[in-house]
T-cell receptor
Framework: DTAVSQTPKYLVTQMGNDKSIKCEQNLGHDTMYWYKQDSKKFLKIMFSYNNKELIINETVPNRFSPKSPDKAHLNLHINSLELGDSAVYFC????????????FGSGTRLTVV | RKEVEQDPGPFNVPEGATVAFNCTYSNSASQSFFWYRQDCRKEPKLLMSVYSSGNEDGRFTAQLNRASQYISLLIRDSKLSDSATYLCVVNSDDGQNFVFGPGTRLSVLP
């Protein structure tokens, strides 16, 4: 019974396309996140979202947009994909209390060709 | 100064060795600290939280030094299965989320 699940696991697409990655958590956590891990393996926050507030990392291009239909889901939409968007995207969730840390999904490996 | 810094390694150690990683952070107001482990092509997984008084979980010991703004992870009696990248995690300057260090790669050799 997967706690944080992402789909698809792999995504290969052409430049200029629009794609979405879905994320669902069944942990009852209040906050969900999207992280990007590039080829150098750095994990960088893209968005954090709870049912009250969306916090955007200002370095993220506005081609990326999170969509949350409800507390258990946070999807990532990407418009006009570019070669530099190729990376692994991880969804994560956490409860309100600080010392719990995150639970990550298994990642979506996006390749833009 | 970057928010979280780690020696990228790799650390290549023989089985049974003791190995220690350090991590420095810039936000003196940080309150939450963790070590995560990430296996190749997998997601990061929480290894342990780091408490002010230091804490131990089996072969793993974590320490926090607030004055010098660093945390450490000590692994005793290394196993082959300990081979992974170890990520230091600290809450961000604005307190809204967590910042991950670049990770330290460990290879335990037979």
């Amino acid at each position: 019974d997967t706690a944080v699940s992402q789909t698809p696991k792999y995504l290969v697409t052409q430049m200029g396309n629009d794609k979405s990655i879905k994320c669902e958590q069944n942990l009852g956590h209040d906050t969900m996140y999207w992280y990007k891990q590039d080829s150098k393996k750095f994990l960088k926050i893209m968005f954090s979202y709870n049912n009250k507030e969306l916090i955007i990392n200002e370095t993220v291009p506005n081609r990326f947009s999170p969509k949350s239909p409800d507390k258990a889901h946070l999807n990532l939409h990407i418009n006009s994909l570019e070669l530099g968007d190729s990376a692994v995207y991880f969804c994560a969730s956490s409860p309100p209390w600080a010392n719990y840390g995150y639970t990550f999904g298994s990642g979506t490996r996006l390749t833009v060709v | 100064r970057k928010e979280v810094e780690q020696d990228p390694g790799p650390f290549n150690v023989p089985e049974g060795a003791t190995v220690a990683f350090n991590c420095t952070y810039s936000n003196s107001a940080s309150q939450s600290f963790f070590w995560y482990r990430q296996d190749c092509r997998k997601e990061p997984k929480l290894l342990m939280s780091v408490y002010s008084s230091g804490n131990e979980d089996g072969r793993f010991t974590a320490q926090l030094n607030r004055a010098s703004q660093y945390i450490s992870l000590l692994i005793r009696d290394s196993k082959l299965s300990d081979s992974a990248t170890y990520l230091c995690v600290v809450n961000s300057d604005d307190g809204q989320n967590f910042v991950f260090g670049p990770g330290t790669r460990l290879s335990v050799l037979p």
